[in-house]
């Protein structure tokens, strides 16, 4: 493991796989941020284009930026996960290779980091976004409906998400909680992981600000945001509107199967791994993988309700 506690504060952690169309640019709002004492790793999955240049080009020429080399690890999710193996420092965030980062974006994160860090438990600090195009162009000024408002549980994050591994830092425990995980399969990523760990073994602490430009388009490694199709005028959130949307979503557009399957497997993969002791969440987690076959109403019901 590569100790960074006597060198720099923040480990950045950058999983790469064909991305030399916007790599330079996310380099290059790395090297503009306003607070600067990180180290960069980056590991690169077995790219085929000219990825590995552009990291050979910036870590030859910057000791900020240092490339990893160890084998290819075979998809975004284990490729993070095994970086957190390598790397220590008293704080951890991820980034991806087709985003740029707001100036002030590690500056404001480690203020509220180190407002509430504890020594005794996990803190996840992770923040708003904004939604852009290939051009940067914005399609939403917040990914967040009424930022400020929203609320982040256990429950609401496993039914759905809203804490993306690209806004987050995580502190030294919580990082020493993900390495005792060996990522089973697809289902369980690195961001989830950590956020579960944080909202029932610690904390978890939401900045209402956009902080990075979430790029979507063609080539996202793990997919597009879910932008609505449908748009609502402002509503109290949860309201009886959005649940009956939900409904319909989930049952006139029969969503169900698909969404059962991957509730079952990250609650399957959660308490396999064995990093959870909050009793109240191990039994919802338990709850979860018995609904998805024996009792899907209840879980219906479940995921409808956290929206």
């Known amino acids: 493991m590569i100790d960074m506690t006597n060198r720099r504060d923040i480990a950045i ?15 290059d709002s790395l090297l503009a941020q306003t607070y600067q004492n990180w180290t960069c790793y980056i590991h690169d999955d077995g790219s085929t284009d000219s990825t590995v240049k552009i990291i050979a080009e910036y870590s030859d020429n910057s000791d900020k930026f240092i490339a990893l080399n160890y084998p290819p690890q075979g998809g975004g999710g284990k490729n993070f996960f095994s970086m957190v193996r ?3 420092a008293p704080y951890i ?9 707001i100036p002030e974006k590690i500056e404001k994160t480690l203020n509220k980091m180190r407002q509430t860090d504890r020594t005794d438990g996990p803190v996840c600090v992770f923040t708003d976004m904004k939604v852009v195009d290939a051009n940067l162009n914005i399609i939403r000024e917040s990914l967040y409906h009424d930022a400020e408002k929203q609320e982040f549980s256990f429950k609401s994050v496993f ?19 993900a390495r005792k995980v060996e990522p089973c399969n697809t289902v369980l990523y690195h961001d989830s992981l950590c956020a579960y760990i944080a909202l029932s073994e610690g904390v978890a602490l939401f900045i209402p600000e956009p902080t990075i430009l979430y790029r979507q388009h063609s080539g996202n490694l793990f997919g597009a945001v879910e932008l609505p199709k449908l748009r609502f005028p402002n509503i109290p959130y949860r309201s009886v509107i959005r649940k009956v949307y939900h409904f ?9 199967l698909k969404h059962f399957a991957r509730y079952k497997g990250e609650a399957d993969e959660l308490l396999l791994c064995g990093v ?11 709850k979860v993988s018995y609904s998805a076959e024996s ?7 479940e995921s409808i309700w956290k929206r």
Not at 13 to 27: D, H, I, M, S, V
Not at 277 to 286: A, G, P, R, T
């Open 13 to 27: 952690l950058l999983a790469t796989y064909n991305g030399e169309k916007f790599l330079r640019e996310q380099f």
């Open 93 to 101: 965030m991820f980034c991806d290779q087709d985003d740029v980062w």
């Open 276 to 286: 959870l002791h909050n009793q109240e969440n191990i039994d919802f987690l338990k």
């Open 248 to 256: 319909i979503k989930y049952v006139v557009l029969k969503y169900p």
């Open 159 to 177: 039914f759905c998400g809203g804490m993306l591994g690209c806004t987050m830092m995580i502190n030294k425990i919580l990082a020493d909680y």
């Open 86 to 88: 390598k790397v220590d």
């Open 295 to 301: 009792d899907k109403f209840w879980l219906l019901n």
